[in-house]
DNA sequence: GAGTGGTCTAGACCACTGG
DNA sequence: CAGTGGTCTAGACCACTCG
């Protein structure tokens, strides 16, 4: 009869939630208690609850004690791939195009970076991805050379700055913002679609501590989808 | 000099990581091992190491060991919020408008639904809400009443389905999927922007088990941004 | 078969927070 | 101050997976 291990013990408190025996706002039974009717350590309980407030199904509070989220605060994890991983995945031929490298003190381009001061000593890059030969995603890329000395000599003529970054320098956090937007000409003319079609885009900007490393846009091919599940 | 809780195991590690002590695809010692080198249980170490492996920093595989991740996943979590409480969060005034509430066996839109077939009975909504009284998304959506039987005379006439839905029908997962598109004429005039102007989009269905129980698209206006961490 | 992570237990103490 | 969740420990056994 007893559930003694955590899956088990999410899996019933779920249930619970489901069955609208523990409705949304009211508080459930502290983890002792439940841990005694499970016949398992509290720890265990501790570890299913603690998932589920994780995932925002719960809300927990010290003192106060364990409530149905009454708004269910869908969180979504996204998985943001490599773009040749997630190309490849797709059964498809992975290709890459250097279109530009430019030393750039002053980002000259119509969007302004998040993050980054003009006046940092920056490296442009702009390059395509392309999926069985059909453009895929533009990279328009700047990094920050106060950050990323190693890269002098190093030209992103075969690889994306994407995969040499993520293998070579350690970042501590990013932010990320999803946009849509109308395709500029220049690049609609890139991704093979009308311009001002309406376009995916992914801005990115990686730091180690207060410092920026780079900032990507990343404008996707018409129809693109992120897709995840909650 | 002992780390004896799992953030401080966890800062350690990722020290570790950042100044290449440990490098990407290497395998870092065993939870023994440093559980040994740090003077704490081996749960601590563990816990350290599978919150790292969720956010994919690290991969762990039984009888090889734990390695740091060639191309760290990025996983970025998303809050999908309240519509409601995303404007208010904004110092705005929220208002909700209902446009059409109709019996539609036979979704007659442009889109196709995800996930829903044509037979079933649905509950086809469309509102809007604002902020200060400026358009800031259309909610456009579906309800199977197979599966959400007690909302007959329920008319969403002041309440969004969205939140009357969170806070009655639980469910169990969901798909999500996030996109740009070019706006249609009729969403165009409600958002007050011009025709084929780009938009972000989310669509999102909700299951109870096998059961779609609703799907919606939200049509943001323009210039909105999805935000989040890493 | 053997080595690694995955989990459970029982008991203890800590940390936050509401009254 | 008291009650709740948060965490730690030491030891044990299980589960997966590689060779």
């Given at each position: 009869m007893a559930i003694n291990n955590w899956l088990g013990v999410q899996t019933e408190v779920l249930k619970r939630i489901h069955d609208r025996t523990w409705k949304p706002g009211e508080i459930i039974p502290r983890e002792t208690d439940l841990a005694y009717e499970f016949g398992c350590a509290r720890v265990t309980v501790n570890r299913a609850l603690r998932a589920l407030a994780d995932k925002g199904v719960l809300d927990r509070k010290r003192k106060v004690g364990t409530t149905v989220a009454l708004?269910?605060?869908s969180k979504a994890t996204l998985k943001i791939p490599l773009i040749r991983k997630e190309i490849e995945d797709l059964g498809k031929v992975y290709s890459y195009k250097l279109l530009k490298q430019t030393q750039s003190k002053?980002?000259?381009?119509?969007r302004l970076p998040?993050?980054?001061?003009?006046s940092d000593n920056l490296l442009y890059i702009e390059a395509i991805h392309s999926s069985d030969g059909e453009p895929f995603v533009i990279e328009s890329r700047y990094i920050n050379q106060k950050v990323?000395?190693?890269?002098?000599?190093?030209?992103?003529e075969k690889n994306s700055p994407n995969e040499w970054l993520l293998a070579n320098v350690p970042y501590t956090h990013g932010a990320i913002s999803f946009s849509a937007t109308n395709c500029s000409a220049e690049k609609s003319t890139l991704l093979k679609i009308n311009p001002s079609e309406a376009v995916f885009q992914i801005d990115r900007t990686t730091f180690d501590r207060e410092q920026v490393i780079t900032n990507v846009l990343l404008t996707y091919h018409k129809d693109y989808q992120l897709q995840t599940s909650l």
């Open positions: 708004y269910p605060t002053f980002p000259k381009e119509e998040t993050h980054l001061s003009s990323v000395t190693n890269l002098e000599s190093k030209v992103f």
